[in-house]
């Protein structure tokens, strides 16, 4: 297991132990309050993204009767049920995991489930996915199948995960970027604009990273939370004076642009929220108007995707700061794992799709976070960029994708406690890491990974050395990979 190598100093063992103290376990695991505040802000930090991304998601696309969802709805909806689920793990999970609408299934609600129904319809089939992940773990089933998963492969998943934050740093700060005729090209992606890095943005990027690597090799406190301020501290003045602009004007693309937040001051940094959306969701009318097969499809797909992509970012989170026991496995796993679950109906009843665990969270426990109380600074920094979302939006990609790259590499150094000697673990754990960044998916380096751990054990003639439970999860992402040609056969 990795060591974050931050402000690893440990804390006044004549330090008082108050009631709050004990309930989160903040001496026990060597924290301190300092670290969880600092780890909390660094959470937040590199995933307010989610409340401007989520509504270009959600709202960009139509449902089946052609209507649009609010914009403004969407984001104050995002950023309430962000920061009251992140609470609620921190609590609840007592660990530091912060939960928000996740990236990937809010597309697939938007883009392929709304489409073929209303709305409410689809935020319908969310919340029936999420009770279904519910009463899977209060059954013991979804616990028992993160347990059933071999040590060595959990460690392969967080390893994966930190390549894939890794990727998505280099992208959203068009460090690397997807090469338009890609199709007719040699290579998918490339150096910045045409091999160069030709952007001030990406410029920004780059400064920021090499301070923040800096300071994690002096072993600077705050390292990544610097990095990230002192970043958008420069973005704001290259803007200022260079009137860079976004990356779209008026539809028209402007590579050299930000790729997501212009870091300007709002005039008016204060907004009350649109909560409309509050309890927008049918759960039965999708049946009606898709059909049940389409919709246990979609289910299905909701249901593989939430419950492997929560697992194997706890593994991640837990890894970085060492609060993992010797099978792989986080303290109160049970509790984040129902809270997770909680979370997916939630985002559903809240109409801004499934609520899932953030790898993002990995970068506050780089900065030295341990515990639920990092979770009670990031949620509560959620529920107020309800009122000043205009503020959130000032740290541009370029930024935040700092931390995203440093809490990859420090991800990363987990891989030499694989036995590459041993091929029996080490090809599923080499498809595992792999897979994650380059289909952009950790869901899909799991399956990969285990379906691959399976079939070996099988050639070898170790059945017996495979857990039960693995054939029959092997069995569904088998059913996943082949949705497509099934529901081609099926409809």
């Known amino acids: 297991m990795s060591v974050a190598p931050l402000d690893n100093t440990p804390p006044d063992p004549g330090r008082t132990v108050n009631r709050f103290d004990r309930y989160f376990e903040v001496t026990a695991r060597g924290s301190t309050m300092t670290r969880e505040l600092r780890g909390g802000l660094a959470t937040f930090f590199t995933m307010a993204y989610i409340v401007v991304l989520n509504p270009l998601i959600l709202g960009g696309a139509v449902d089946g009767d052609g209507k649009a969802l ?54 319908g089939l969310v919340v029936i996915e999420g009770v279904i992940i519910a009463v899977l773990v209060l059954t013991g089933l979804r616990t028992a199948v993160f347990r059933s998963v071999p040590t060595q492969m959990k460690t392969a998943i967080g390893v994966g995960i930190g390549l894939f934050l890794t990727i998505i740093g280099l992208v959203d700060a068009g460090f690397v970027r997807r090469i338009p005729d890609a199709a007719n090209s040699t290579v998918p992606l490339g150096l910045g604009i045409g091999g160069k890095l030709a952007s001030w943005p990406t410029l920004v990027f780059v400064l920021g990273l090499l301070l923040t690597l800096v300071l994690v090799v002096r072993r600077v406190k705050g390292a990544i939370l610097i990095g990230i301020f002192a970043s958008t501290a420069l973005a704001m003045v290259v803007e200022a004076l260079g009137n860079v602009g976004p990356s779209f004007v008026n539809g028209v693309p402007n590579p050299k642009g930000w790729s997501l937040n212009v870091p300007t001051l709002p005039s008016n940094p204060v907004d009350l929220p649109d909560l409309s959306l509050l309890g927008q969701f049918n759960v039965l009318g999708s049946w009606e108007r898709a059909g049940w097969l389409v919709v246990l499809m979609f289910i299905f797909t909701l249901l593989v995707t939430d419950f492997f992509d929560t697992m194997g970012t706890m593994v991640a989170v837990g890894q970085e700061g060492s609060m993992l026991d010797e099978q792989g496995t986080p303290p109160r796993a049970k509790e984040i794992l129902l809270v997770d679950s909680i979370g997916a109906a939630a985002g559903g009843a809240a109409s801004v799709s499934s609520n899932t665990a953030y790898i993002e969270s990995a970068a506050g426990v780089a900065e030295g976070a341990r515990t639920g109380v990092a979770n009670l600074v990031t949620g509560a920094l959620f529920l107020l960029a309800m009122f000043l979302a205009p503020l959130v939006v000032v740290v541009p990609f370029e930024a935040a994708s700092v931390a995203l790259v440093v809490v990859g590499f420090l991800m990363m150094t987990a891989v030499r406690t694989i036995d590459w000697s041993d091929y029996e673990i080490a090809i599923p754990a080499f498809l595992t890491i792999v897979l994650m960044p380059f289909t952009y998916s950790i869901s899909n380096g799991i399956g990969a990974g285990l379906i691959t751990y399976v079939v070996i054990k099988l050639a070898k003639g170790k059945a017996r050395e495979v857990h039960p439970l693995l054939y029959a999860v092997a069995a569904l992402f088998v059913v996943y990979f082949l949705r497509g040609p099934i529901e081609a056969l099926v409809f």
């Open 70 to 123: 609010a914009i403004p709805a969407i984001a104050a909806a995002t950023a309430l049920v962000a920061g009251l689920m992140t609470i609620l793990m921190g609590v609840v999970g007592r660990f530091p995991l912060a939960v928000a609408a996740g990236l990937g299934v809010n597309a697939l609600v938007a883009y392929e489930i709304a489409p073929q129904m209303t709305w409410a319809d689809a935020m």
